[in-house]
């Protein structure tokens, strides 16, 4: 076994004859103590009142933010994307995979805007696909989809990079 198994949370099992390769931090939720609604927010509340203004700008200033961490591990087998947020009132954990060799296509976007930056990943097999990151308008309507944006982490270009790697050679060792 590597010594940087250590890194992976408990609540990721490898199977056995898996070895893990390597992880990136890929993405996160925003950063930002004040993004744009929240300054709206701020703004109506003091127009409208003065001291629910200060204590909200107080508020959001002294919080614990609740930042959501989102990893992709490599193994010799599959690649496994998780998530988790250590803050106490949300404290959960998410995880999916998909195996290397059935990986066919993949689509990744990193976008760098005024107001936020985003981190969009899909990997596509034949019959099923890995989607992080993304917001389905439609499904935000139906009440299912995610309105959480996923910002760039700092090894989020490079897995990038593996990846195409991997699949690429794979494709041309096929033909």
Excluded: C
Aim: no cysteine.
């Amino acid at each position: 076994m590597n010594q940087n198994q250590s890194t992976i949370p408990s609540f990721i099992q490898f199977r056995e004859g898996e070895n893990f390769d390597r992880e990136f931090y890929i993405a996160h939720t925003t950063l930002k103590r004040f993004p744009l609604g929240v300054i709206m927010l701020i703004l109506v509340g003091l127009a409208a009142y003065v001291v629910p203004g200060v204590i909200l700008i107080v508020y959001f200033a002294l919080r614990k933010q609740k930042i959501s961490h989102g990893y992709a591990a490599i193994t010799d087998k599959r690649v496994i994307y998780y998530e988790f947020n250590s803050h106490p009132a949300v404290n959960y954990q998410h995880m999916r995979s998909l195996h290397v060799e059935e990986i066919t296509g993949m689509q990744f976007r990193i976008d760098h805007k005024f107001w936020r930056k985003s981190f969009w990943m899909r990997l596509q097999t034949d019959e099923v696909a890995m989607l992080v990151g993304a917001r389905g308008y439609l499904s935000l309507l139906k009440g299912r989809g995610s309105t959480k944006i996923l910002e760039p982490g700092p090894d989020s270009v490079e897995f990038i990079q593996v990846m195409s790697g991997e699949v690429a050679a794979r494709k041309f060792a096929k033909v």
